[in-house]
């Protein structure tokens, strides 16, 4: 089975400073990841996923993400956050051969400060 | 935006009752999903379509019960409410398997 850990609930930032948002995962498959957003009272988007090649991914909004097999870590950066970027972020993996189902690590809100 | 609706967008009900909740999508997308957002939970994933009639459980499935008879429709049903799936709903659609795009959600509170 599949499992995510976000490792931080809440991280403050201020604006235009660099930000990292750390999720590790298990499995014993190869899995796809990725990462989506929720801002406050609306559904999920999609910021990016990692389905093969290349372990740096490059996403909407100025996000991107590496992923690092040995670490099992999929962490999410960008180099200079806007308080738009303010939101809650979900790292979710699925089996890279099953029917899609995804399992969400537990989310970390991103609170962006002037 | 993906095509996709979910109605009613809040409903409050009483323990014991029945409740359905629907998802329309219009992208003729195969693969349908619901899921639950608790705080410290994340999404949990309750049931899952792969084509009409063709349903399966995910990790929380106890409780409910899914039908799809139509491409573009996916009912959630609550047989009778309890307290504990006072929660957030959310639907979510995908062409292949592995890329999802999810509905707004319906807030539900069972009293």
């Known amino acids: 089975a599949q499992s995510v850990t976000q490792l931080d609930s809440q991280v403050p930032v201020f604006e235009e400073a660099p930000v990292e948002l750390r999720c590790n995962y298990s499995?014993?498959?190869?899995?796809?990841l990725f990462w989506y957003v929720q801002y406050p009272n609306q559904g999920l988007q999609l910021l990016l996923k990692?389905?093969?090649?290349?372990?740096l991914v490059k996403g909407i909004n100025g996000f991107e993400a590496e992923f690092n097999k040995s670490q099992t870590s999929f962490h999410l950066r960008k180099p200079s956050v806007h308080i738009s970027d303010t939101a809650e972020y979900f790292c979710?993996?699925?089996?890279?051969?099953?029917?899609?189902?995804?399992?969400f690590g537990q989310g970390t809100t991103l609170q962006v400060k002037p | 935006d993906a095509g996709i609706t979910q109605s009613p967008r809040h409903k409050v009900t009483e323990t014991g009752t029945p409740v359905t909740l629907r998802c329309h999508q219009t992208e003729n997308h195969r693969y349908m999903y619901w899921y639950r957002q608790d705080p410290g939970h994340g999404l949990r994933l309750i049931h899952y379509s792969y084509g009409v009639k063709d349903t399966d459980k995910g990790e929380v499935s106890d409780g409910y019960s899914v039908s799809r008879s139509k491409t573009e429709d996916f009912l959630l049903t609550l047989e009778s409410a309890t307290s504990s799936q006072t929660s957030v709903y959310f639907c979510a659609i995908a062409p292949q398997s592995y890329e999802q795009y999810f509905g707004p959600g319906t807030r539900l509170t069972v009293t």
């Open positions: 499995s014993s498959v190869s899995v796809y």
């Open positions: 979710a993996v699925s089996r890279s051969s099953n029917t899609g189902k995804l399992i």
């Open positions: 990692y389905l093969s090649g290349s372990t």
